[in-house]
T-cell receptor, first 117, second 113 residues
Framework: EPEVTQTPSHQVTQMGQEVILRCVPI?????FYWYRQILGQKVEFLVS????????KSEIFDDQFSVERPDGSNFTLKIRSTKLEDSAMYFC???????????????FGNGTRLTVT | AQSVAQPEDQVNVAEGNPLTVKCTYS??????LFWYVQYPNRGLQFLLK??????LVKGSYGFEAEFNKSQTSFHLKKPSALVSDSALYFC???????????FGAGTTVTVRA
């Protein structure tokens, strides 16, 4: 069964450094997402991406965050200048289609654990 | 604004007994409802969804969920729990015009042998 893959599984970085988290969504999926889960807290929506642009983003997704689909397969989340509070598990997800009459489930990757020191 | 409440942090059951994980939601308009399961150091795995139609939805691994519009609930159930069902379970809702999925805080299920 096709899977969403994320690399690296664990990233340690110093405060103020830039990080790029990488994801390869399922190949025929059109909608892409980033979520994060701070240890012991709920899964939070960051951003959704469709047709090469952001379709929705949360208050968490400020100017320090950006997403990109640089080629036909990768979907990346960049944090420009990391803060201690960015430490979390970051999940990439993709879905086949989404609309008023259809709602495909999101398929999640195994996550990247980001530790900011 | 949409939100999900999972009133129980933990549910403990004996193997072979029925399992219920509770979820209530708040959303404008008709809801799209989902259950996901998370095993340690893994991503969230889709279990089942409710979009429209029958209020009782069947999903993976013998799980089912019942949509109750009047009570705004979507409780997850399994008639006979297995030790391997021990995991963290998340309920999620999406509004009709939204892209984002809002998750509950999660319920840790422990099934003892």
């Amino acid at each position: 069964e096709p899977e969403v893959t994320q690399t690296p599984s664990h990233q340690v970085t110093q405060m103020g450094q830039e990080v790029i988290l990488r994801c390869v969504p399922i190949s025929n999926h059109l909608y892409f997402y980033w979520y994060r889960q701070i240890l012991g807290q709920k899964v939070e929506f960051l951003v959704s991406f469709y047709n090469n642009e952001i379709s929705e983003k949360s208050e968490i997704f400020d100017d320090q965050f950006s997403v990109e689909r640089p080629d036909g397969s990768n979907f990346t989340l960049k944090i420009r200048s990391t803060k201690l509070e960015d430490s979390a598990m970051y999940f990439c997800a993709s879905s086949e289609r989404q609309g008023r009459s259809e709602n495909s489930p999101l398929h999640f990757g195994n996550g990247t654990r980001l530790t900011v020191t | 604004a949409q939100s999900v409440a999972q009133p129980e942090d933990q549910v403990n059951v004996a193997e072979g007994n029925p399992l219920t994980v509770k979820c209530t939601y708040s959303v404008s308009g008709n809801p799209y409802l989902f259950w996901y399961v998370q095993y340690p150091n893994r991503g969230l795995q889709f279990l089942l969804k409710y979009i429209t139609g029958d209020n009782l939805v069947k999903g993976s691994y013998g799980f089912e969920a019942e949509f109750n519009k009047s009570q705004t609930s979507f409780h997850l159930k399994k008639p006979s729990a297995l030790v391997s069902d021990s995991a963290l379970y998340f309920c999620a809702v999406r509004g009709f015009n939204d892209y984002k999925l809002s998750f509950g805080a999660g319920t840790t299920v422990t099934v003892r042998a």
